[in-house]
């Protein structure tokens, strides 16, 4: 872990989301050659880790939103792609991942059926308490 700390530094104490903002943004013309030894070690790993977590989607596009108790990026636009992954942070400290996709060229994704997903999915505070459904405040490329 002490490793982990000298290549991303401060990122190691942020949020979950925080974390996965940082890996998302990171790309080839981020990274100075350059600048700062530190700071292009940290661009290159997460951009390695980058090509090897993230999901086929990421060519489709990336999109964050923000809902009053979770917040989080689809990964991939289903209307280019037969796939589209959600990362779902904030629900009772969690990290919540859903890959939505189908095989056959017949059946294609909606946005408003992510979007539901989305509304829909929160945490269960009890038993037989759930929380009201979330809205939808910011979708965004």
Not at 55 to 79: C, I, N
Request: proline share 6%; with cysteine; aromatic share 6%.
């Amino acid at each position: 872990m002490k490793n982990l700390e000298v290549v991303f530094g401060d990122l190691m104490n942020r949020s979950a989301y925080d974390q996965y903002a940082a890996l998302l943004n990171t790309t080839p013309s981020s990274i100075r050659a350059f600048g700062p030894r530190a700071e292009a070690t940290r661009g290159a790993t997460l951009l390695t880790i980058k090509a090897i977590a993230i999901g086929p989607g990421l060519a489709t596009g990336v999109f964050s939103f923000e809902f009053s108790d979770k917040r989080g990026f689809q990964v991939g636009d289903p209307r280019k792609s037969k796939r589209a992954d959600l990362e779902l942070f904030g629900m009772g400290n969690h990290h919540v991942e859903i890959i939505c996709a189908t095989t056959k060229d017949s059946v294609r994704l909606s946005q408003p059926e992510l979007n539901r997903i989305l509304t829909t999915l929160h945490p269960v505070l009890g038993e037989s308490t759930a929380a009201p459904p979330a809205h939808i405040t910011t979708l965004r490329n």
